[in-house]
């Protein structure tokens, strides 16, 4: 004992050390840190101007420590609608004491029975923001990983606007299967979360469930978590199975995605993409997303009864997302795509697809698509020019074959599709048809309510014996047609359009040979007719032909009408109007030779583009036949001679309806464009 007294002595400064040293290890082992748990209570309280409070606090040192609350309570700014944001039966979080100042890095929340009320309003202030109140600027807060047991999220972005209600499980998958088989495997090792949610957004309802792992990357990790999903909107379904990084503010997805539903353009509030009212619809792939950059690979599907197959993009830029894509389809149905220029179509149950004006805005639409009048044969529907002023676009589609109703020669599609700043153009815009192609441009100007539009199309090379139906009885006709047509208008849909539209049409054909027999009938020349009957029906040259319109506020006046063959001239006249679709043309045929039995006389071809009707000029026919029938009281054989044609037709200057057709001439006898 003297020894250890005498040493003790010697060193003082041992003995503080020690007794320094025993007193904060007691004060370790015996401190309870709910001693510090009222300042810390008023301390946040003061700070944020918010209610906090706790039942429990344990803190486990390091440089990461790890700090667990009980019984938690977060009350909400006075603007927020609840006045709790966030109550939790346990909270257990760790922070990175590294990364202080710059932000507060969470690298893992462990959630026990949370209740979480979050709210955005417009001027971007956010309930969820631990800084002054009414700040707005981002916060320095880092969540990376977040596990959830029983917990319930509801979010409100009053500026989007978007409202979500999650309600969150978990599940042990062992347990799941010994209740179904005692015997069983489970299922999967991936998922042992459960969430299911509802909601809107920009006024579309929501619903649907997924799975995840026990912890999700939740801001700024980039770490992926597994995910299987479906989500129902309305008539649309989608289901999702693959990774996602990041839940509250997603930066990677690699899933598998398949998505069906009534029509596309329901989905237009979800994406606020102008996608027609197509018919019922099927499509699935391999969804990327890399930074801001998503891309759709392995698309395939059908839309309708038209397959489709390509890939796409979606970029998240300013001023607005950029879409790409390339289609393709071996049999695209014209009728699945009729509603893009406002044409009604039919679902498979027989009742009509939703058009876009049903679908422009949740839970309502503005106003039901016009309808396409009976009487009308142009397209009524109406087009919301303002969805072209959300998204830009660079979409190809090429069609192998195409399937028209009412048997229309078209054969093939090849378009592009270019939308930059609300100014849409197709260019191109070809069709295969009858031999030949339809070659267009189609702008459409959306800066202003009332859509502006402009229309160049040029029928090159068009076969004229696949316009005209077959006949054992006619000869076959041959022949190259050409056409142009340059028209511009403004309107909300085609007709309206049409209605106001300025320009010019132009029809001319080349090469050309057409039936003796419907030569001689457009003349009414008896004995030609009878002769062709007994001997045979021929073709015979067509030397010209040519047919110009001027368009002014949709009336088109003729200013050339003529088809020249070698045995009648064929003069025309006449007008139509867009508007009102309704038109009248005068044809009078001239025969260039003698003939029996001719009782010419001009025809009048008039009435509704729907329903055309045709009338015979009687003045000449009774003329002849009072003619005729004087004579036969003096001598039999002279009735006969007012029924002789004298052959008044001139032969046409084909020159010069060359030059008046224009660029329809060289139309016609153009090699035609081919789609690939």
């Given at each position: 004992?003297?020894?250890?007294?005498?040493?003790?002595?010697?060193?003082?400064?041992?003995?503080?050390?020690g007794?320094?040293?025993?007193?904060?290890?007691?004060?370790?082992?015996?401190?309870?840190?709910?001693?510090?748990?009222?300042?810390?209570?008023r301390?946040?309280s003061?700070?944020?101007?918010?209610?906090?409070?706790?039942?429990?606090?344990?803190?486990?040192l390091?440089?990461?420590?790890?700090?667990?609350m009980?019984?938690?309570?977060?009350g909400?700014?006075?603007?927020?609608?609840?006045?709790?944001?966030?109550?939790?039966?346990?909270?257990?979080?760790?922070?990175?004491?590294?990364?202080?100042?710059?932000k507060?890095?969470?690298?893992?929340?462990?959630?026990?029975q949370p209740?979480?009320?979050?709210?955005?309003?417009?001027d971007?202030?956010?309930?969820?923001?631990?800084?002054?109140?009414?700040?707005?600027?981002?916060?320095?807060?880092?969540?990376?990983?977040?596990s959830?047991?029983?917990?319930?999220?509801?979010?409100?972005?009053?500026?989007?606007p978007?409202?979500?209600?999650?309600?969150?499980?978990?599940?042990?998958?062992?347990?799941?299967?010994k209740?179904?088989?005692?015997?069983?495997?489970?299922?999967?090792?991936?998922?042992?979360?459960q969430?299911?949610?509802?909601?809107?957004?920009?006024?579309?309802?929501?619903?649907?469930?997924?799975?995840?792992?026990?912890?999700?990357?939740?801001?700024?990790?980039?770490?992926p978590?597994?995910?299987k999903?479906?989500?129902?909107?309305?008539?649309?379904?989608v289901?999702?199975?693959?990774t996602?990084a990041?839940?509250?503010?997603?930066?990677?997805?690699?899933?598998?995605?398949?998505?069906?539903?009534?029509t596309?353009?329901?989905?237009?509030?979800f994406?606020?993409?102008?996608?027609p009212?197509?018919?019922?619809y099927?499509?699935?792939?391999?969804?990327?997303?890399?930074?801001?950059?998503?891309?759709?690979?392995?698309?395939?599907?059908?839309?309708?009864s038209?397959?489709?197959?390509?890939?796409?993009?979606?970029?998240?830029?300013?001023?607005?997302?950029?879409?790409t894509?390339?289609?393709?389809?071996?049999l695209?149905?014209?009728?699945?795509?009729?509603p893009?220029?406002?044409?009604?179509?039919?679902?498979?149950?027989?009742?009509?697809?939703?058009?876009q004006?049903?679908?422009?805005?949740?839970?309502?639409?503005?106003?039901?698509?016009?309808?396409?009048?009976?009487?009308?044969?142009?397209?009524?529907?109406?087009?919301?020019?303002?969805?072209?002023?959300?998204?830009?676009?660079?979409?190809?589609?090429?069609?192998a074959?195409?399937?028209v109703?009412?048997?229309?020669?078209?054969?093939?599609?090849?378009?592009?599709?270019h939308?930059?700043?609300s100014?849409?153009?197709?260019?191109?815009?070809?069709?295969?048809?009858?031999?030949?192609?339809?070659?267009?441009?189609?702008?459409?100007?959306a800066?202003?309510?009332?859509?502006?539009s402009?229309v160049?199309?040029?029928?090159?090379?068009?076969h004229?014996?696949q316009?005209?139906?077959k006949?054992k009885?006619?000869?076959?006709?041959?022949?190259?047609?050409?056409a142009?047509?340059q028209l511009?208008g403004?309107?909300n849909?085609?007709?309206d359009?049409a209605?106001?539209?300025?320009?010019r049409?132009?029809?001319?054909?080349?090469?050309?040979?057409?039936?003796?027999l419907l030569?001689?009938?457009?003349?009414?020349?008896?004995?030609?007719?009878?002769?062709?009957l007994?001997s045979?029906?021929?073709?015979?040259?067509?030397?010209?032909?040519?047919?110009?319109?001027?368009?002014?506020?949709?009336?088109?006046?003729?200013?050339?009408?003529v088809?020249?063959?070698?045995?009648?001239?064929?003069?025309?006249?006449?007008?139509?109007?867009?508007?009102?679709?309704?038109?009248?043309?005068?044809v009078?045929?001239?025969?260039?030779?003698?003939?029996?039995?001719?009782?010419?006389?001009?025809?009048?071809?008039?009435?509704?583009?729907?329903?055309p009707?045709?009338q015979?000029?009687?003045?000449?026919?009774?003329?002849?036949?009072?003619?005729?029938?004087?004579?036969?009281?003096?001598?039999?054989?002279?009735?006969?001679?007012?029924l002789?044609?004298?052959?008044?037709?001139?032969?046409?200057?084909?020159?010069?309806?060359?030059?008046?057709?224009g660029?329809?001439?060289?139309?016609?006898t153009?090699?035609?464009?081919?789609?690939?």
């Amino acid at each position: 004992m003297t020894t250890d007294t005498h040493a003790l002595r010697r060193h003082p400064w041992w003995t503080g050390f020690g007794i320094v040293v025993l007193a904060l290890v007691a004060l370790v082992v015996l401190f309870d840190w709910n001693w510090v748990r009222p300042p810390i209570e008023r301390y946040i309280s003061k700070k944020t101007e918010r209610e906090f409070r706790m039942s429990d606090l344990h803190v486990k040192l390091g440089l990461t420590p790890t700090i667990r609350m009980r019984d938690v309570y977060f009350g909400n700014p006075p603007w927020a609608q609840e006045k709790a944001m966030a109550q939790i039966k346990q909270l257990e979080f760790s922070v990175s004491l590294m990364d202080l100042p710059d932000k507060i890095l969470i690298p893992r929340v462990a959630l026990t029975q949370p209740n979480f009320d979050f709210e955005r309003l417009p001027d971007n202030r956010k309930n969820w923001i631990i800084a002054e109140p009414d700040a707005t600027r981002p916060s320095k807060l880092r969540i990376s990983t977040l596990s959830v047991d029983n917990g319930r999220l509801r979010y409100a972005d009053h500026g989007m606007p978007f409202e979500l209600d999650v309600l969150a499980s978990t599940f042990d998958p062992a347990s799941q299967a010994k209740v179904k088989d005692a015997k069983a495997k489970p299922e999967n090792n991936r998922y042992t979360t459960q969430y299911t949610f509802k909601g809107t957004y920009h006024g579309a309802g929501f619903s649907g469930s997924a799975l995840t792992g026990e912890v999700l990357s939740f801001q700024e990790s980039g770490v992926p978590f597994p995910l299987k999903g479906s989500l129902v909107a309305g008539t649309t379904k989608v289901d999702v199975e693959g990774t996602i990084a990041d839940a509250a503010n997603i930066s990677a997805i690699d899933t598998r995605l398949r998505i069906e539903g009534k029509t596309l353009a329901n989905l237009y509030p979800f994406l606020l993409l102008p996608l027609p009212a197509s018919p019922p619809y099927q499509l699935q792939g391999h969804l990327v997303l890399d930074g801001k950059h998503y891309t759709m690979d392995d698309l395939v599907g059908k839309i309708g009864s038209t397959d489709v197959t390509g890939k796409g993009s979606y970029v998240e830029k300013e001023p607005r997302p950029l879409l790409t894509a390339e289609l393709h389809s071996k049999l695209l149905k014209v009728a699945d795509l009729g509603p893009l220029v406002g044409v009604q179509t039919k679902e498979t149950d027989g009742k009509p697809a939703a058009s876009q004006a049903d679908t422009s805005n949740r839970p309502a639409a503005k106003a039901s698509e016009q309808a396409t009048s009976t009487d009308h044969l142009l397209p009524s529907g109406t087009f919301d020019g303002s969805r072209l002023q959300k998204i830009d676009a660079d979409v190809t589609l090429v069609a192998a074959r195409l399937e028209v109703p009412n048997a229309l020669p078209l054969e093939s599609i090849n378009a592009a599709l270019h939308l930059h700043d609300s100014v849409l153009k197709l260019a191109p815009l070809d069709f295969g048809f009858a031999g030949g192609t339809i070659a267009s441009n189609v702008t459409l100007d959306a800066r202003k309510p009332t859509l502006q539009s402009q229309v160049d199309l040029q029928l090159q090379g068009v076969h004229f014996d696949q316009l005209v139906p077959k006949s054992k009885t006619l000869a076959n006709g041959a022949g190259r047609v050409g056409a142009v047509m340059q028209l511009k208008g403004s309107g909300n849909s085609i007709a309206d359009a049409a209605a106001v539209a300025d320009g010019r049409i132009a029809v001319t054909i080349a090469n050309g040979r057409i039936s003796n027999l419907l030569d001689a009938a457009s003349g009414l020349n008896g004995g030609k007719i009878i002769e062709l009957l007994v001997s045979g029906d021929k073709d015979i040259q067509v030397n010209c032909g040519g047919i110009a319109f001027d368009v002014k506020d949709g009336r088109g006046t003729s200013r050339l009408f003529v088809v020249d063959t070698e045995q009648t001239q064929i003069l025309g006249t006449g007008w139509f109007d867009l508007g009102k679709e309704r038109f009248d043309m005068t044809v009078a045929p001239k025969p260039k030779h003698v003939g029996l039995l001719s009782l010419r006389t001009p025809v009048r071809v008039y009435g509704s583009f729907k329903q055309p009707d045709y009338q015979i000029d009687k003045g000449p026919l009774l003329a002849r036949a009072g003619g005729a029938v004087a004579l036969a009281a003096a001598a039999p054989f002279a009735a006969l001679l007012p029924l002789v044609e004298t052959g008044p037709g001139q032969t046409t200057n084909c020159s010069a309806v060359e030059q008046q057709v224009g660029t329809a001439a060289k139309e016609a006898t153009m090699t035609p464009k081919r789609t690939r």
